[in-house]
């Protein structure tokens, strides 16, 4: 969300005394913070307040340089069209004449691809084995996956108002007509995740990121359509399935689970084949 800056706005979102008096009277003043969750960013010269996502692009995707969201996987496309840009604006003028934009496309994407595998390699040698090492490696992994599934290759979707909740359902996001064994899966991994009503039965502060994960991979795949944002997959989780209660916002789709790269995806793999 961007908001018009103020007084009233900047002490509602927590910046302390200091900080609302420099933005409202420095120019050129930036500040952002975190809670935990939520993200705030605000801007004297621009005279504005960024929350959620929109703060996040301004923290990773700025003039001086453009970073791995990893703290909102969904930002993934953007990053990547952002970082091929630049890539083939620096490249073009060395080539010349002799320039293939196909040809550059593909070694940007190979470039990234070895990034991804460095920065993982990195953090599994990393002495200290605290659970946010284990989840920069699953979410640089997800990153790898995305680049080696094709999405790189496609234009990033523009985003679409929100479809009302009664119109979405399992049937229209899926891409194909087989579309019950995907999720009749959850049924039948080691442990249950659904029952046969599609009821939630898992832990809820682990497995629903579990099943979060399984469909942000079908997604991925093509498997649902690439065209429904993370708040529309969310409407059609906590429709289809009872007792899920997923966040609208759809946040908890982009935090990929470490149990489900460990625990799971080989399991649920393995059922749809």
């Known amino acids: 969300m ?32 975190t809670d935990g969750r939520n993200h705030v960013f605000a801007s004297a010269d621009e005279k504005k ?10 923290l990773y995707f700025n003039e001086n340089h453009i970073s791995f969201p990893i703290e909102d996987l969904g930002l993934i496309p953007e990053y990547y069209q952002l970082k091929l840009s630049a890539f083939i604006a620096e490249q073009k003028p060395l080539a010349g004449s002799i320039f293939n934009e196909k040809a550059s ?44 599934s094709g999405n790189a290759a496609a234009k990033p979707a523009v985003r679409n108002k929100l479809v009302a909740a009664k119109d979405l359902t399992f049937a229209k996001i899926f891409s194909g007509k087989g579309w019950k064994k995907y999720i009749d899966a959850l049924q039948k991994t080691d442990p249950p995740l659904l029952n046969e009503q599609w009821e ?3 832990r809820p502060k682990k497995d629903k990121g579990v099943i979060c994960s399984w469909i942000k991979d079908l997604q991925f795949k093509g498997i649902i359509k690439k065209t429904y944002s993370r ?18 916002d759809g946040k908890t789709l982009d935090n990929v689970s470490s149990l489900y790269t460990s625990g799971f995806k080989m399991q649920l793999h393995s059922l749809v084949k």
């Open 2 to 33: 961007i908001e018009k800056l103020t007084a009233e706005r900047l002490k509602q979102y927590g910046f302390d005394k200091v900080q609302r008096d420099r933005l409202l009277t420095w120019q050129g003043h930036k500040a952002s913070f």
């Open 231 to 248: 708040a529309q997959l969310a409407q059609v989780l906590n429709k289809e399935l009872k007792n899920f209660n997923l966040g609208s």
């Open 49 to 58: 307040i960024y929350t959620g996502q929109d703060a996040l692009r301004k």
């Open 200 to 202: 939630f039965i898992g």
């Open 105 to 148: 496309i593909e070694r940007f994407r190979r470039n990234e691809a070895d990034l991804a595998k460095n920065v993982i390699e990195s953090l599994k040698i990393t002495p200290q084995r605290f659970p946010v090492i284990a989840e920069r490696i699953s979410k640089w992994t997800h990153y790898l996956d995305w680049l080696d």
